[in-house]
C-alpha cells in the first residue's frame, strides 16, 4: 500500500495551512509591514534576515538563500520527506488522504528519483539475503561475530553481504527487470570498456546508507581482510551527495533531539558500537572532512552540540582545524574527545565499556581549546614555541566570521602563552584579510573563469534577467508578451532560462499557484531563487513591464553586436586569452538559446 496524493489534496493542504502559522511554531516572526520576519532557523545570523509572506503563502531567508512554501520548510526544518510534510499538514487540518494500491499507470508515473529509491531499497534486501544464506554469508556473519555485532544490531542498521564475483548483483537485477542503465546511474554496477557492465562491490560487508527520512541513498562496503581499499563508498549520484550525508543520521536523530548532543565519529563500525553500548546519537562522516551542510543537518532540529571523536594524530589535529569555523559560524558547540592511543571508539568500547566512554566523553575539551592544548604540546613554550603556535592558530582564528566571538578567543590564547593581545590579533586580522584578498580575484581573471566553467558569471546582465523574472511572478498577466517578445532567447544564464521556461508552462496549465510552482521545482535553490524573486516589492503594471521587456531585448540585441565587434578587434591584435572568452561567451549563449 502507497499514499497516492491527488493534485486536488495538495492544493486543499496548501490553502488551509497557514505557512505563518506553522512557522511561527518554530521561530519567532514579528510583523513587518504586510510580511513577517525573523532570525533564519537554516543559518546563524543576529539580524533577522528570514522572511514569510502569508499573501504568498511563501518563505524566504535573505542570508542563506533558502525558500519554499509551507511543505518545503516542514522537509527543510524538521529533516523529512515529501510525502512525510503533507501527511503531517493532512493530519493536523483533518484533510484525509486516500490510501490504496498504485496501479501499473500510476506506477509508471513515479518520477525516476523515486525509481532509485526502489532500486536501492531492493538491492539492500539482496544484500542482506546473501548475509543470511547458510552458504554465502558464512564467512561474513563470523566476521561481524568476531567484531563484536550483535544480530539485532545487524538487522537494525541492515547489514548485508555482495558475493564474492563479477556479475551476482547483476543477475539480480536482470531477474527483477531493473534496467541496468539505472544501477549504473546510482553506482552500483560499471561498464566495461567494451561491453556490458560489472559489480561494483563484491566481497565486501554491505552498509546501507540511508538519509533522515530513512530512504536508501547509496552503499558503504568494508572488506573482511587486508584487501585494499579497505573501504569503499557509492559515487556521487542523484541520489548520493557524501558532503551533505552522515552514516547513521535516520538512527540517530531521535536521540540528538532528545539529548540535544551527537557524536561525529570516523567508522560505520564505530557507528554501529556507539548504538550497541546505547551511545544511539553516534554518526559517520562518509569519507570526507566534515562539510557546513552536514553541521546544518545536525543543527536543524537534531543537535546543539556535537562531541568530534577524532585520532590525535596530525590527521586528525587537521580535521578539527578544518572544523573551527564550521561550528563556530553555525553557532554549534563542539567538543573533541581524544580516546587512548590506538583505540578508535568502535574498540574502546568492546575493550573498556560503555561507563569508561562515558567518562571519557565528560572531559573532551572544547574545540578551541583542544586545537591550542595540542599546539602547546607539540611546540612548547619555549620563546620559538610560542611562535609557531601563533602560526598554527591564526588560520582557524581567522575563520570566525564574528569578530567579537574571535576576539574571545584571541584574548584566551594570548593569556594561555602570556604574550599581547594586540600582537596576536594582529597576526589573526593579517591572516584574515589575507584569506579575503584570495577569495577576490582580479576582474578578468574571474570572467575567464567563469567563462571556462558551467556557470554563469554573477553580472549587470543576469540582475537584468533576474528582474524580467520578478516581473513575470508578479505581474503574471504580462507573460503572453514575454513569450512573443523572445526575451528569453537572450538570456545568458541557463538556470534562469530553465526557470522562466517553467513559469510559463505553469501558467499555461492553467495553474498560477506560486507554492504550487515551486514545488514543481526539484532543486531547493532554485526554489531560494523564485522565493527571493517573488519577495520583490516593486509594483508591477502593463506599461511598465512591455517597456522592461523592450530595453532588455534592445540591449540585449546591442550586446550581441558589440560582441562580435571585439571578437573581430581580438582577432586582428592577437589577443589569445580575450579571443577564448569571448569565443566561450557567444557559444554560451548560442547554447542558451537552444
Known amino acids: 500500500m502507497a499514499i497516492f496524493i491527488p493534485e486536488d489534496k495538495l492544493a486543499e493542504i496548501r490553502h488551509t495551512a497557514d505557512i505563518v502559522d506553522i512557522i511561527s511554531e518554530r521561530v519567532v516572526l514579528k510583523k513587518a509591514g504586510k510580511d513577517y520576519v525573523g532570525l533564519c532557523p537554516f543559518h546563524s545570523e543576529k539580524t533577522p534576515s528570514f522572511t514569510v509572506s502569508q499573501t504568498k503563502q511563501i518563505y524566504h531567508c535573505f542570508g542563506c538563500g533558502a525558500g519554499g512554501d509551507v511543505f518545503s520548510f516542514l522537509m527543510k526544518h524538521e529533516g523529512i520527506s515529501f510525502a512525510e510534510a503533507v501527511d503531517s499538514l493532512?493530519?493536523?487540518?483533518?484533510?484525509?488522504?486516500?490510501?490504496?494500491?498504485?496501479?501499473?499507470?500510476?506506477?509508471?508515473?513515479?518520477?525516476?528519483?523515486?525509481?532509485?529509491?526502489?532500486?536501492?531499497?531492493?538491492?539492500?534486501?539482496?544484500?542482506?539475503?546473501?548475509?543470511?544464506?547458510?552458504?554465502?554469508?558464512?564467512?561474513?556473519?563470523?566476521?561481524?561475530?568476531?567484531?563484536?555485532?550483535?544480530?539485532?544490531?545487524?538487522?537494525?542498521?541492515?547489514?548485508?553481504?555482495?558475493?564474492?564475483?563479477?556479475?551476482?548483483?547483476?543477475?539480480?537485477?536482470?531477474?527483477?527487470?531493473?534496467?541496468?542503465?539505472?544501477?549504473?546511474?546510482?553506482?552500483?554496477?560499471?561498464?566495461?570498456?567494451?561491453?556490458?557492465?560489472?559489480?561494483?562491490?563484491?566481497?565486501?560487508?554491505?552498509?546501507?546508507?540511508?538519509?533522515?527520512t530513512r530512504q536508501v541513498i547509496g552503499f558503504g562496503g568494508r572488506v573482511m581482510d587486508d584487501s585494499k581499499p579497505k573501504y569503499l563508498n557509492s559515487p556521487e549520484t542523484p541520489l548520493f551527495n557524501k558532503s551533505r550525508s552522515l552514516y547513521g543520521?535516520?538512527?540517530?536523530?531521535?536521540?540528538?533531539?532528545?539529548?540535544?548532543?551527537?557524536?561525529?565519529?570516523?567508522?560505520?563500525?564505530?557507528?554501529?558500537?556507539?548504538?550497541?553500548?546505547?551511545?544511539?546519537?553516534?554518526?559517520?562522516?562518509?569519507?570526507?572532512?566534515?562539510?557546513?551542510?552536514?553541521?546544518?543537518l545536525l543543527k536543524r532540529g537534531f543537535a546543539k552540540k556535537a562531541v568530534l571523536v577524532f585520532d590525535p594524530d596530525p590527521a586528525g589535529i587537521r580535521a578539527a582545524h578544518r572544523a573551527v569555523s564550521l561550528f563556530i559560524n553555525e553557532g554549534v558547540d563542539a567538543a573533541v574527545l581524544v580516546l587512548t592511543d590506538g583505540y578508535d571508539p568502535d574498540t574502546y568500547l568492546f575493550e573498556f565499556g560503555a561507563e569508561a566512554f562515558e567518562r571519557a566523553s565528560a572531559g573532551a575539551l572544547p574545540m578551541m581549546t583542544f586545537l591550542t592544548e595540542s599546539a602547546i604540546k607539540t611546540h612548547g613554550l619555549s620563546?620559538?614555541?610560542?611562535?609557531?603556535?601563533?602560526?598554527?592558530?591564526?588560520?582557524?582564528?581567522?575563520?570566525?566570521?564574528?569578530k567579537v566571538t574571535r576576539s574571545i578567543y584571541v584574548r584566551d590564547l594570548s593569556?594561555?602563552?602570556?604574550?599581547?593581545?594586540?600582537?596576536?590579533?594582529?597576526?589573526?586580522?593579517?591572516?584574515?584579510?589575507?584569506?579575503?584578498?584570495?577569495?577576490?580575484?582580479?576582474?578578468?581573471?574571474?570572467?575567464?573563469?567563469?567563462?571556462?566553467?558551467?556557470?554563469?558569471?554573477?553580472?549587470?546582465?543576469?540582475?537584468?534577467?533576474?528582474?524580467?523574472?520578478?516581473?513575470?511572478?508578479?505581474?503574471?498577466?504580462?507573460?503572453?508578451?514575454?513569450?512573443?517578445?523572445?526575451?528569453?532567447?537572450?538570456?545568458?544564464?541557463?538556470?534562469?532560462?530553465?526557470?522562466?521556461?517553467?513559469?510559463?508552462?505553469?501558467?499555461?496549465?492553467?495553474?498560477?499557484?506560486?507554492?504550487?510552482?515551486?514545488?514543481?521545482?526539484?532543486?531547493?535553490?532554485?526554489?531560494?531563487?523564485?522565493?527571493?524573486?517573488?519577495?520583490?516589492?516593486?509594483?508591477?503594471?502593463?506599461?511598465?513591464?512591455?517597456?522592461?521587456?523592450?530595453?532588455?531585448?534592445?540591449?540585449?540585441?546591442?550586446?550581441q553586436d558589440t560582441l562580435v565587434a571585439q571578437i573581430k578587434a581580438a582577432e586582428a591584435s592577437h589577443n589569445h586569452d580575450l579571443l577564448v572568452h569571448l569565443l566561450k561567451e557567444k557559444q554560451q549563449r548560442a547554447i542558451n538559446r537552444h
Not at 279 to 287: D, E, I, K, Q, Y
Not at 383 to 402: N, T
Open 249 to 296: 543520521v535516520h538512527a540517530a536523530r531521535d536521540k540528538c533531539r532528545e539529548t540535544g548532543m551527537v557524536y561525529i565519529v570516523e567508522g560505520y563500525f564505530d557507528v554501529i558500537a556507539l548504538h550497541q553500548h546505547g551511545f544511539c546519537n553516534a554518526v559517520a562522516t562518509l569519507g570526507t572532512s566534515l562539510t557546513a551542510e552536514h553541521v546544518r
Open 383 to 402: 620563546i620559538e614555541g610560542k611562535v609557531r603556535i601563533i602560526s598554527e592558530m591564526e588560520e582557524p582564528l581567522a575563520c570566525i566570521e564574528d
Open 90 to 212: 493532512a493530519r493536523r487540518y483533518g484533510i484525509d488522504l486516500p490510501t490504496r494500491k498504485m496501479t501499473p499507470a500510476q506506477k509508471t508515473r513515479l518520477s525516476e528519483r523515486q525509481r532509485l529509491f526502489d532500486i536501492n531499497r531492493q538491492v539492500m534486501e539482496f544484500f542482506q539475503s546473501r548475509l543470511a544464506d547458510r552458504t554465502s554469508g558464512q564467512t561474513a556473519r563470523a566476521y561481524l561475530k568476531k567484531r563484536g555485532m550483535r544480530p539485532d544490531v545487524i538487522d537494525a542498521f541492515s547489514l548485508g553481504y555482495a558475493p564474492d564475483g563479477w556479475d551476482a548483483l547483476i543477475h539480480f537485477l536482470n531477474k527483477k527487470q531493473i534496467p541496468l542503465s539505472l544501477a549504473e546511474k546510482i553506482g552500483l554496477i560499471i561498464p566495461k570498456e567494451n561491453n556490458g557492465y560489472y559489480d561494483r562491490f563484491r566481497n565486501r560487508i554491505m552498509f546501507p546508507i540511508f538519509d533522515v
Open 415 to 559: 593569556e594561555r602563552l602570556n604574550v599581547e593581545e594586540s600582537a596576536v590579533m594582529e597576526r589573526v586580522q593579517t591572516a584574515a584579510a589575507r584569506r579575503k584578498k584570495t577569495a577576490s580575484e582580479p576582474f578578468f581573471e574571474k570572467q575567464m573563469a567563469s567563462a571556462l566553467s558551467s556557470e554563469p558569471m554573477p553580472s549587470d546582465a543576469v540582475r537584468f534577467e533576474k528582474r524580467i523574472l520578478s516581473m513575470m511572478l508578479g505581474y503574471p498577466e504580462i507573460l503572453p508578451e514575454v513569450e512573443k517578445s523572445g526575451a528569453l532567447n537572450y538570456f545568458s544564464d541557463p538556470r534562469l532560462v530553465r526557470m522562466a521556461n517553467l513559469i510559463l508552462r505553469h501558467a499555461q496549465s492553467g495553474k498560477g499557484d506560486l507554492p504550487e510552482l515551486m514545488n514543481r521545482m526539484e532543486e531547493e535553490e532554485d526554489r531560494g531563487i523564485v522565493a527571493s524573486l517573488a519577495m520583490n516589492q516593486e509594483s508591477w503594471d502593463r506599461k511598465g513591464c512591455l517597456g522592461l521587456l523592450s530595453q532588455f531585448v534592445q540591449s540585449r540585441t546591442r550586446r
